[in-house]
């Protein structure tokens, strides 16, 4: 089965269709006579049934459908392929065990109907295997919630990671290439003022640092979140003598818009904003928020806007320091 298993479009509950023609000679006859001649179809045939009057789809409810297609406590393998929610009926490959129901009982969900009922429990435990009734094995996606054979993370979402990934490391670059320039002003115009040549040289080195085990972490999937936090949280306050002595130039009319201690300002000013949207990230994270729900089903355009948000901001937090 293709990795990307959201590829298959997502089965609909089904729907009555009224066509207003006489009843059939088989809806006379008694309740329990018309249940003996539907054990004789097989499930699919059976839902078609069920969509063709009023009569057939609120009698032939989950509960009917069940006991029609049970054989001596076992339930057939026709009932088996059909989903337990919503009788939908993909193919075999695309539907779950249901891990909250007892054994040998029918347990068969749909992907729509698992990601909507179960995914939200699976998390906070992201490892959970989960069973496919074709006898795979599978896990929920780390990125969008949605079941996944043998691998982590469908194909489309693990380039969305790499992508993610591949930005920050590009901001991380252009931060680096600013400081570059920073350095190289310091030393040109504020060579004999300690309170800005020691800052700027410092934080030269610690962004190399930084942009040195951010690229060894993609790399080689290592993870030095931890000591680039450090680092990136102390080359913030190494910033503070130069922003101060930038602040006091500007105040006393000695700078113009374009000049060196306006630039110093400005970049403090962009870390700050930075730290900020970390901050808020790791609260809506700590909150208890799951950042695969804009890919939950059946959200309006702006539920399913604001949680992308949500995510956007934890995801910022989390790629940095993951």
Excluded at 177 to 205: C, G, H, K, M, Q
Excluded at 220 to 239: A, G, K, P, V
Excluded at 282 to 288: E, K, N
Aim: charged share 15%; proline share 5%.
């Amino acid at each position: 089965m293709a990795s990307n298993a959201r590829s298959l479009p997502r089965p609909a509950r089904a729907q009555l269709t009224i066509v207003p023609e006489e009843s059939s000679p088989l809806t006379s006859l008694p309740w329990e006579l018309q249940l003996e001649i539907i054990s004789h179809l097989n499930v699919r045939s059976a839902l078609w049934l069920r969509q063709t009057c009023q009569l057939y789809f609120q009698h032939l409810s989950v509960e009917a459908i069940e006991k029609i297609f049970t054989e001596d406590g076992y339930i057939t393998f026709d009932l088996l392929n059909c989903c337990i929610e919503c009788l939908a009926t993909p193919p075999i490959g695309y539907l779950i065990m249901d891990e909250s129901r007892r054994q040998n009982a029918w347990r068969s969900l749909c992907f729509r109907c698992w990601r909507v009922k179960r995914s939200p429990d699976h998390h906070l435990k992201p490892n959970r295997t989960l069973s496919f009734v074709s006898g795979r094995n599978g896990r929920a996606c780390k990125f969008c919630g949605w079941p996944v054979c043998f691998n982590v993370m469908h194909l489309s979402c693990r380039r969305m990671v790499l992508a993610m990934n591949g930005v920050w490391w590009g901001l991380s670059a252009v931060h680096f290439s600013l400081l570059i320039f920073t350095i190289t002003a310091a030393w040109i115009n504020y060579a004999e003022v300690p309170a800005v040549i020691i800052p700027a040289t410092l934080n030269f080195f610690m962004a190399f640092a930084s942009l040195a085990l951010l690229t060894l972490d993609m790399l080689q999937n290592s993870n030095t979140s931890n000591c680039r936090l450090c680092m990136e949280l102390t080359s913030t306050l190494i910033w503070t003598p130069a922003v101060f002595h930038s602040a006091s130039e500007i105040s006393d009319g000695g700078a113009s818009w374009t000049s060196y201690p306006v630039f110093i300002c400005g970049l403090f000013a962009a870390r700050l904003l930075t730290h900020a949207m970390n901050i808020v990230g790791f609260s809506i994270l700590s909150s208890g928020y799951d950042t695969r729900s804009p890919s939950f089903p059946g959200l309006s355009f702006r539920k399913r806007a604001l949680y992308v948000v949500y995510s956007f901001l934890v995801y910022w937090a989390c790629v940095k320091y993951r």
